[in-house]
């Protein structure tokens, strides 16, 4: 039994070590790849794949893009405490500045990886409460 645990937290550090190779860019083992890969595909959506073929943009736009929606976002959270007292101008402000501070960083990873990331099951809770 202890043998079994053993190999399966194994296999289980194996993936994680992977999966931030890949988050941080680096190259990663032919066969791992693969099935990562795999797994990858199975569980994406046929919208977000099509999104991100449509989706080619270079270091620099990607970085604009990036602190644009940021600054954005930030001012947006910002002025929502000015209408605190008005509670639709308030929540309209504050939760239009999360949506643009959240979007920013798809312009950094793209929306495929960002969604993947969110729903995957270490998170899923913290996105659902968000």
Not at 72 to 90: D, E, H, Q, R, Y
Not at 104 to 115: C, D, E, M
């Amino acid at each position: 039994m202890e043998k079994i645990s053993s190999a399966f937290e194994k296999v289980k550090n194996h993936q994680a070590v992977e999966r931030m190779k890949m988050l941080v860019g680096m190259e990663i083992d032919e066969e791992s790849a693969t099935s990562t890969a795999a797994n990858e595909e199975e569980s994406s959506f046929a919208f977000m794949d099509d999104f991100n073929r449509n989706c080619s943009l270079s270091t620099t736009q990607r970085i604009q893009g990036f602190v644009i929606c940021f600054v954005a976002g930030l001012t947006c959270t910002l002025l929502s405490m000015l209408v605190f007292f008005n509670p639709i101008k308030f929540g309209i402000a504050f939760t239009l500045g999360n949506l643009l501070s959240i979007g920013s960083t798809a312009f950094l990873i793209g929306p495929k990886r960002q969604v993947t990331m969110m729903l995957d099951p270490v998170r899923i809770y913290a996105t659902a409460l968000y």
